[in-house]
């Protein structure tokens, strides 16, 4: 590499490395805070929503038909007979969650369900009353499995036909064909392009206004300015520096959220395989994220350079955030499937959260991928060009 | 004499914002900072562009150093002209004006050698120059303290050292002694004295007649952007002090030339 650029990207590192300060904000706090508030905030909202697994819920049951009877008794619940109590006297019961649950089963329920013909509209079908209460989550989990257990008994009774049934040729058969990869990998292919850019871009956005903009407000710049040094080497060492540095605090948000994800997931993610990438997929990620970085600190190094001050800088890579949440947005919403088409590669930032996407879904094509990498790395280098010519423009540098 | 520096013709016109036009207490949108401006400076001689306040000592200067375009005009710096090869002018000459700002976080150590790198100065040699440039002007001890705690003067001795890392045949002073107390003035006017005698060419630009009187070879006199007077210093005073030929010159050009 040219002397110059090598010259340029090791002090733009002891600048930055040097400042434990810098140092401590922009890469060990994202990562940190991150963690922190999803694993303990956010999990521990979670958790005090998850109920507790040894609970039996207590159910008061009416008039139980006596086919049900081992099946409630089969359920992790404290069944108590209450078909002495007026049903008016134990709803006050439910409202107050001193009990989850009544079953009211009408008197003689058996024999009203054999004589029931669907074809005779004359005839009511026997009416079973659950009351429940909503804002108990107890109440809310037992109704579900009551309800399940009824709607399963009404199939046994009027089976026509079956679905899944177990049967000795079946009894090994997994009916859910999604594997634990697959599962997986919708979670992550859904959420973690778009935050993984959010975090790239803030990462940018904490080093390069201040190494820019800063360096001409504070007239820094001008004093590399009247060196013979080649303005595309201060361009490209800024560049290639200053991405470096916004990868680490980029990938150290992003850590914070692998960190904390299983936290985070709670026990939606117990069992999941964390390991499902291959070394390649890795690669392709990487390879993706390195030039994605290229791309947004150029881009931001030119706002930076047109600025006067940082904080005029700051104020004007705001809008570019709004385009980058419009593009991101709805590839998260998409689900996690990948555009297949490779125009759409060809726009940046929306091919990496697509070529992203596909490859964290298992579903990428090589050639979009790569497609992605390379006309981001090509828009870079147009960028540094850019920057290179703002460097060389005294209107933009020297502005009054 | 050899001439190592010839300014031709020089102009540049700015543009000025709302904001310039209130401060000026103008209505036009331009100002002419510096208009057909012609000079030449000879080899081993202190040239000094004396002026008052916005003449445009500054703007030349920056033409001279490649930092801004002449609109019209060239200046010829050593054999090579600053619009057609800037790259080349920025090689042989030293620029120290202090709108030139050291970035406060690093040590002046740090930055000699930074600064050594980018103009491919081999170590060996960059560490003779720093241990001479450092001991000269007493930076030794404050050789590891960031820029950001060194006393103004300090400050500007490090960025006078760092502007001579390459060691310039050309070195471009504005205002040296700027803001400067009494001893430290004193040592940059030797120091310039120094490297005249080191066969150095030396073009400053002050306001200050003494500092004129006391360096300079020849003088330009530099007023509303255009060269009123330029020649040796003996004949500009022509048998009297500078400041009052300064008033002289300034009244005929402001008298002959009232719009
Ligand atoms: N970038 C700029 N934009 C607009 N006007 C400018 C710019 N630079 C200089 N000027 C104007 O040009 C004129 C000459 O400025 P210059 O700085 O060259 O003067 P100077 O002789 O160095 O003055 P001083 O002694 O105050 O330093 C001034 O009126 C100044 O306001
Ligand atoms: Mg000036």
Redesign the interface.
Known sequence: MN??IT?IIK?EF??FF??KRMVFTTVIMPGLLIYIIYSFVVGGIRDTFESDKDYRPKVYVQQMPQLLQPMFEALEMDITDATTTDIESIKPLIENKDIELLVAFPTDFDSAMANYDISDSTLAAPNVLIYSNVTNMESGKAETVVRSILSSYEETICNKFNINALTDETANEEFNLATDEDFMGQILSAMLPFMLIIFLYSGCMAVAPESIAG?KE???I?????????RSHLAFGKIISLSFIALISGLSSFLGVILSLPKFMGSAMEGMPTNIYTTSDYLLILGIILSTVLVLISVISIISAYAKTVKEASTLVLPLMLIIMIVGIPSTIGGGNAQTAISWYFIPIYNSIQAMTGVFSFSYSLINVATTIAINIVYAAAFSYVLAKMFNS?KIM?A? | METILVAEGLKKTFSL?RK?QKLEKTNSKTKVAVDNLSFSAYKGEIFGLLGPNGAGKTTTL?MI?S???PDQGDVVVDGFSVVKDP??V??RIG?LTS????????TPN?LFD??S????IDPTTRNERKQKLFSRFGIEKFAEVKVANLSTGMKQKVSLAI?LVHDPDIIIFDEPTNGLDVLTAKTVTDYLLELRNMGKSIILSTHIFSLVEKVCDRVGVVIDGRMAACDTLEQIRNGKSLEDRFFDIYSEMKGGNDE
Do not use: H
């Open positions: 002397n110059n010259t002090k002891a600048r040097g400042d360096e504070r007239g820094t001008a004093t590399l300015l009247v060196t013979p040094m080649n005294e020297f009054k | 914002s310039q920056r150093a930092l801004i375009r790259q080349k920025r090689e620029f709108e030139l700002k050291l970035e406060d976080f690093f740090y930074f600064f790198e980018l103009y491919g502007s």
